[in-house]
Nanobody, 126 residues
Framework: QVQLVESGGGLVQAGGSLRLSCAASGRTFSVRGMGWFRQVPGKEREFVASIDWPGRITRYADSVSGRAIISRDNVKNAANLQMDSLKPEDTAVYYC???????????????????WGQGTQVTVSS
């Protein structure tokens, strides 16, 4: 099992920045990729960004491309998401996920992840 704990959510004004962190523990050696998704009520969970583990290849949703950077922290076994130029439409619950079975472009799909964090709320005010 892999346990994931997100942190860093909160309230931020439009145009501001936020850094989300996802700390992984447990059988982290089994992880092949990690990702961030977000969800608003009534909608499906949406891909935001992913990073191969340990390949470092990153992928982004078009909606955040150029505004987000996903990175690894090898010491803390964490995947971080830096988001800049935030917009009200970025408001959502953000979830961290880890896949023990998938890397590459398959990390865009929530169904390919084996472990999920509890989620952290990000609210962007206009």
């Amino acid at each position: 099992q892999v346990q994931l704990v997100e942190s860093g959510g909160g309230l931020v004004q439009a145009g501001g920045s936020l850094r989300l962190s996802c700390a992984a523990s447990g059988r982290t050696f089994s992880v092949r990729g990690m990702g961030w998704f977000r969800q608003v009520p009534g909608k499906e969970r949406e891909f935001v960004a992913s990073i191969d583990w340990p390949g470092r290849i990153t992928r982004y949703a078009d909606s955040v491309s150029g505004r987000a950077i996903i990175s690894r922290d090898n010491v803390k076994n964490a995947a971080n998401l830096q988001m800049d130029s935030l917009k009200p439409e970025d408001t959502a619950v953000y979830y961290c996920a880890a896949s023990a079975s998938m890397s590459g472009s398959g990390l865009r799909y929530a169904s390919n992840y084996d472990y999920w964090g509890q989620g952290t709320q990000v609210t962007v005010s206009s």
